[in-house]
């Protein structure tokens, strides 16, 4: 273990590099670095749970030094003419309002002097003014650990510490309470509701202040800010008073979000403000909001439990494929809308057992379906022109091919002999991905299942190339057709199912591999 004379030399050295970050005309991103190294050792040389005014002196010493490491970062950023520069200086300026002050207190005197400097920096000019009110600030070196005297039970020297006061914050977001990420679309207007508690509200504190910290710019993400009036206590004289305060504001989301990417989370900050004092609380209860954009891979879904475990899993394979996100979301909203139009296909009678159905009706039927779902927005073409034929279905980019089987049972593997149709159209279109959409109207032997049975990719090989950097997907979906009444089951044989093994293994998906195509 290093000795009292280690450590104080460590400080020392500490103590001199700062004040050569502060005081040397240095490059604007060369001091920042200095600074911010600077702080960090400073901080670190403060023990965990050193309560004394030395070591909240310290900390907010440390946190001054991040600070004008920011606005040199800022002044370097503008001199490199950064389109985002101003970032470093609001996010000097937010620190700034979390440090918490000492009044009438020698020690904290020249510090406070030196951030009033900090706060009045309006340009780049400023900031040298403020480096040097900085350098100013005499700074104690301790000869000895305090933290060594408290583990033998003595009490701190100085001031007690006094503990922040604690807000307990709750959200809403058009009135459903925020318990997990909150999916939001796109230049839409929600309304954000607050419902918060305060156990102990400073005397000289007129109001508090909620606002949201996000890596995202206002411009991108705007969220609510609530200022909220000290409302009258009702029971001055009680032991254990609480205010409770409610706010509403507003929140618009502004740029889109990858596929399959993590929500945002914005962090609470509370502070109580006065004309002339601000300071910050600690936070309970919903410390961040949890925010999402609105996914086509995983928010519109059927509402059938099976139906969306599977499509959740195939659209989780378009996640990271370097596909355009506008794609991947038109496929993901074709596809869940053609999986809807399935389900009601294989339980309209019109399909049954014996019925004649041609596969121009089919188009028609199908075509019809998809035109009355609102998530479309109607944007369904039919018989588009395209690489010298004519796409069955068009949406948003995304082809869809209709097939129907009359003979063999269809399956996803058997349906690769219609999916060059679909890739090659899709190819002339610019687009990796496409649907192949087969009508099962084969005699029925068996019962059918599921219909994520029925879901499937197929990839084929492309011409010419082992190594394929873009590959084409065919999102392929079964829909069964020709089906007895169940009652009619009861009269026909159904054979068992093929085992492994002595016992049945359930597969999640169906792998098939030959020559030339790859189904999953």
Same mark, same amino acid.
């Given at each position: 273990?290093?000795?009292?004379? #280690?450590?104080? *030399? ?8 700062? +004040?050569?970050?502060? %005081? ?6 060369? %001091? ?21 005014? *030395? ?42 309002? #979390? ?16 951030? #009033? ?18 350098? $100013? ?12 005297? $408290?583990?033998?039970?003595?009490? =701190? ?79 001055? @004289? ?9 706010? %509403? ?37 919903? %410390? ?12 519109? +879904? ?8 599977? +499509? ?10 370097? !596909? =355009?996100?506008?794609? !991947? ?8 809308? /053609? @999986?809807?139009?399935?389900?009601? /296909? ?33 944007? +369904? ?53 496409? !649907? ?22 197929? !990839? ?46 359930? $597969? ?13």
């Amino acid at each position: 273990m290093s000795g009292p004379d #280690t450590a104080f *030399e460590r400080r020392r050295v500490t103590r001199a590099r700062t +004040l050569e970050a502060l %005081t040397l005309e240095d490059d604007p991103k060369a %001091t920042a670095k200095r600074l911010a190294r600077a702080s960090v050792a400073v901080r670190s040389d403060v023990a965990t749970g050193d309560d004394t005014r *030395e070591g909240f002196f310290r900390r907010n010493y440390a946190e001054a030094l991040n600070i004008a490491a920011m606005l040199n970062l800022w002044d370097a950023s503008i001199r490199q003419a950064d389109f985002d520069a101003d970032r470093h200086l609001r996010a000097a300026q937010r620190r700034l309002e #979390t440090i918490r002050l000492y009044r009438n207190d020698p020690l904290f005197e020249p510090l406070n002097a030196a951030l #009033t400097s900090i706060a009045a920096v309006a340009s780049p000019r400023d900031v040298r003014v403020a480096l040097e009110a900085l350098a $100013r600030v005499p700074v104690p070196l301790q000869l000895l650990d305090r933290w060594r005297e $408290r583990r033998h039970g003595r009490r =701190p020297i100085g001031e007690r510490h006094v503990e922040r006061p604690l807000v307990v914050c709750m959200f809403e977001i058009d009135g459903a309470v925020v318990t997990h990420p909150h999916v939001i679309h796109l230049n839409r207007v929600y309304e954000v509701c607050t419902r918060t508690r305060v156990t102990d509200w400073p005397e000289w504190a007129s109001s508090l202040r909620l606002e949201f910290l996000s890596v995202l710019s206002p411009d991108d993400l705007s969220l609510p800010v609530f200022e909220m009036l000290k409302p009258s206590d009702t029971d001055p @004289s009680g032991a254990n008073r609480i205010w409770s305060l409610a706010a %509403t504001g507003s929140l618009v989301l502004r740029v889109a979000q990858a596929p399959g990417a993590a929500p945002w989370r914005p962090r609470v900050a509370a502070s109580f403000i006065a004309p002339a004092r601000i300071e910050a609380a600690r936070v309970a209860g919903y %410390t961040e909001l949890r925010l999402r954009a609105f996914d086509e891979s995983r928010d519109r +879904l059927t509402g059938r439990a099976s139906i969306d475990e599977r +499509l959740l899993s195939m659209y989780g394979q378009l996640w990271g494929t370097g !596909i =355009p996100d506008a794609e !991947i979301a038109a496929f993901c909203r074709f596809f869940t809308a /053609i @999986s809807l139009a399935a389900q009601a /296909i294989q339980a309209d009678r019109a399909y049954g057992e014996g019925k004649r159905l041609s596969e121009a009706a089919f188009h028609d039927d199908l075509e019809r379906r998809l035109r009355s779902d609102a998530t479309l927005g109607g944007r +369904l073409e039919r018989r588009t022109p395209a690489g010298g034929g004519y796409l069955d279905l068009l949406h948003d980019g995304i082809n869809a091919e209709l097939k129907v089987e009359n003979d063999k049972p269809a399956s996803v593997e058997g349906a690769a002999k219609y999916m060059g149709q679909p890739v090659q159209y899709a190819t002339d279109r610019g687009s990796q991905l496409s !649907i192949l959409c087969v009508l099962d109207r084969s005699a029925k032997r068996a019962p059918v299942g599921e219909l994520p049975n029925y879901f499937g990719w197929l !990839i084929p090989a492309l011409h010419g190339l082992d190594d394929v950097r873009y590959p084409s997907r065919v999102g392929t979906i079964i829909i069964n057709a020709n089906l007895p009444m169940p009652s009619q089951w009861s009269r026909r044989p159904v054979p068992r199912a093929r085992q492994r093994g002595a016992r049945p293994q359930l $597969r999640a998906s169906v792998s098939h591999r030959c020559r030339w195509f790859k189904a999953v």
